[in-house]
């Protein structure tokens, strides 16, 4: 198995061996099958939360394939993260028909409400904040997805009462 230097961050969280135990065994169910990268970072992630570099080298230990395959697909993919997320994700959509309809006001009025930037966290832990591409509901936008609620036709000044729904 070919090795990949995957950067270690200051602020990434410990991953406990208690952890990384039960990564291993759950991770068992794709060992030896051709294919199950996909699913194996999806059960890795649902269990940790995130996937950072023990993580990464847990999943291609135990399915024999190169560090650099596993972090290729997960950089690749936008719903893998390395970083911690918050209790609620928040994602904005920037696709043409959101954008053109105050998408970006709406990202600034989050960033302004929340006190952090893209792909941040805010202090709490409760709020991490994403752009997605396109939330394939251009008659419904602009479009903010928090967790897997779909806010449509949101505009700046919805943000503070959508996000009491999450407090």
């Known amino acids: 198995m070919a090795q990949t230097e995957v950067p270690e961050k200051a602020n990434v ?8 135990s ?4 759950v991770l068992g169910d794709y060992q030896g099958k051709p294919g199950m990268l996909i699913q194996a970072l999806h059960a890795a992630q649902n269990l940790i939360g995130y996937l950072p570099p023990p993580v990464l080298r847990t999943v291609a230990k135990v399915l024999d394939i190169s560090l650099s395959e596993v972090y290729g697909v997960v950089t690749f993919y936008h719903f893998f993260s390395m970083k911690p997320r918050g ?3 928040i994602q904005v959509c920037l696709g043409t028909a959101c954008y053109v309809r105050g ?10 409400e929340l006190s952090i930037d893209v792909g941040e966290v805010t202090e709490d832990g409760l709020y991490s904040l ?4 396109c939330a ?5 936008a602009p479009v903010v997805r928090i967790d897997s609620d779909v806010h449509k036709r949101v ?3 919805h943000i503070t ?7």
């Open 161 to 167: 009462n959508i996000l009491k729904n999450y407090q």
């Open 130 to 133: 994403e752009v997605m591409r």
């Open 22 to 25: 039960e990564l291993e065994h």
């Open 13 to 20: 969280l410990e991953i406990s061996p208690e952890q990384l």
């Open 87 to 89: 209790k609620h994700v």
């Open 136 to 140: 394939g509901a251009c008659g419904l």
């Open 103 to 112: 998408g970006q006001e709406i990202l600034t009025q989050l960033q302004k």
């Open 155 to 157: 505009n700046p000044s």
